[in-house]
């Protein structure tokens, strides 16, 4: 048995079916992401996990144990959420410790694993600061510094990371999955950002309307997706219909199925492409834009619009209506 199970869940929120038949398991000390789009039903399972929201049908099970029907605060897990939610007349320490404190644990106990929270989290010096007077990100360590203390089972994390900016999210994120790595700790995270969900996870489930839509390690998600959904949410596919994979390639696809290309896995040059084995097609470039170290090309190809993602050195190596030249293999035409 896996170390979280759900099984069968069904969730309505009045006539809204919200999670339809979930079936999941996690095993201990991994690292799971749920994603998906705004409103798809993540937080809501999590909030089933810790208790906050019973099920309509179905069974959840933690450790060996049936905890449908559990009360939230026997569960012992742990949640942090998109807003810190910190006591605001408490320090940094004091915080972390309020847990301990309410199951009365010895004095000294508590001060050593609220030290030891505090170097985990890279909080030194700032233990008898005020949430206040500290960034965003830093409120975000102290309230997961509060969740780790208390050595819950399961680690939830809900959008932990959305409410801070860029620059500090990379930094949190990889303390994130440090920590609960070096605690052996089981967290589920959700987000709704396909980037931190590769970065982040050993298992993502991707979730659409209520169902997951698709579950594996982050590259097998990246790289065979199941579904047109699974290829518009993650990598960034084309999405070709079976005529629009004609007018482009010149070739008659059987399976009456949509075809999805990554941007990055186009040949893109100014001169025709020899290379027999591939699909050779010209096209006129109509746009470019900078992603990070990428240009993103859109070329239109008898009248189907393309992205070809091609590496950002230091210029623009295709002009806007320059003729380009494509290929593509067969290999990275998935039939969905
Ligand atoms: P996500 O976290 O994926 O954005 P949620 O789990 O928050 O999605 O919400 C899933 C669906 O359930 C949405 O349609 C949302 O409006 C609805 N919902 C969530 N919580 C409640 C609630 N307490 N009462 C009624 N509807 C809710
Ligand atoms: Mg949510």
Redesign the pocket.
Known sequence: MAYIEFKNID?F??R?H??RGINMEIEKGQFVT?L????????????CLAGL?TIDGGAIFLDGEDITRKDPKDRNIGMVFQHYSLFPNMTVAENIAFGLKLKKTDRAVIEKKVADAIRMVELEGKEDQYPSNLSGGQQQRVALARSIVMEPKVLLL??PLSAIDAKLRKSLQASIKQITKELGLTAVF?T?DQDEAMVMSDVINL?HD?KIEQSGDPVSVYTRPVSSFAAGFIGNYNLLSVKDFTLVTGKVRQSGKETAIRPETFTISHQPIKNDDEYHFEGIVESNSPRGNVLRYTVNVNGVRIHIDALFRSRVLFEDGSRVYVSVAEKNCIVL
């Open positions: 969730k929120f009045g809204n919200v999670l749920l998906g789009p705004s409103g798809c039903g993540k937080s809501t399972l999590l909030r929201e809900d959008e959700v709704h979730f209520g």
